[in-house]
């Protein structure tokens, strides 16, 4: 159960600071329309309410334009689902047993596809993808190149990785964490709490027998 928290705030806490990023680079850099097929919804200024709605939508939708609820323009670089599919693919052969090999590349063709599809569908430039792809991977593994060595979790002068703007939430978040997190599978809760009631009921039958 300790496990599963510590992956969580992990994921949490890369997914957040990516976007964070995302946020700053929508910003500086403004990319045309990739496609004839989007619709620019014309902005709100002020309409907070308005504004509250487009928010909700796009949230039920996905952000997909398949659903309709991608209707805002601007947001190219770098793509958010190729961070949501590299990461993804990411966490899963970062902390599930080698032995799931098969897992692994089922996982990576699915990402990999995933990834094609967006820009054979044209929703967003090449750059955005590989922008998208080099800033995760990059922050995955420094993450966890600093999670893993427990001299990096420490300021000093010669762990430059401190220096980073995000280390002292790092240090929050990592300090009950001692060592490597185990490669480990487990049965979801729901499938673990009826398997234990089967084996329960089974010992109470034969003993009634």
Known sequence: MIWL???GRRFFFIVGTL??????????????????HFKCSPKLFGDWE????????MMAGGGLSITGSHSLCGDYLYSGHTVMLTLTYLFIKEYSPRRFWWYHWICWCLSAVGIFCILLAHDHYT???????FMTTRLFWWYHTMANQQALKEISTGNLFSRVWWFSPFQ???SNVRGIVPRNYQLPFLLQTMTSARVKYSKLDSRES
Not at 127 to 133: G, M, P, S, T, W
């Open 5 to 7: 928290s510590i992956i």
């Open 19 to 36: 976007y964070l990023y995302r946020c700053v680079t929508m910003y500086v850099t403004t990319l045309p329309v990739p496609g004839m």
């Open 50 to 57: 308005a504004q509250s709605r487009r928010v909700m939508k």
């Open 127 to 133: 750059i955005d993808v590989v922008l998208a792809y």
């Open 172 to 174: 929050y978040f990592e």
